[in-house]
């Protein structure tokens, strides 16, 4: 049997509402980057047959253009649709122990809430994506993600 590579494939979509508003910070460099978690529900029938409801909390991360948009339209309770990829990250706390935390490192945002007829910024796109993202792809990852 000929050896099989299975692919490196790293990519998560979810939706949900925003936890609290957006936190933005420019790294030392000057890199937008923002940070947010949103609440995703889903609905399930227990043994009983009696509707139930699960909420994931997950953390958000986005670079860049993509931060920006994010600082400048998303508040606590907007509804987003993130495609992204899972990254772990460590960091010390207050006490110095190691936490260590998975996040979606986002590649695009789509913001899913309604905007007011007459509002300023109607044309502008509700979907917004990080440039940078596929730079660091290699170009087999790269062809299993995009359509050529």
Known sequence: MADFKMPEL???VIAGNLT??????????????????????????????EWKEDV???????WNRLAE????KLRKGNAVLVDGELQSRTFKTEDGSNRTVV?????????????ISGA????EPSTFT??????LLSPEDSSL???K
């Open 103 to 115: 996040e979606i490192k986002a590649r695009r945002i789509q913001f899913l809430n309604k905007r």
């Open 145 to 147: 993600i995009h359509d």
């Open 130 to 135: 990080d440039d940078n993202f596929d730079s």
């Open 56 to 62: 994931c909390y997950v953390g958000i991360v986005a």
């Open 10 to 12: 790293n990519s998560v």
């Open 120 to 123: 300023e910024d109607k044309d």
């Open 20 to 49: 609290k508003d957006p936190v933005f910070r420019q790294t030392t460099n000057g890199t937008p980057v923002v940070n947010f978690s949103i609440a995703s529900n889903r609905r399930f029938r227990d043994k009983n047959d």
């Open 69 to 72: 948009s994010c600082r400048d």
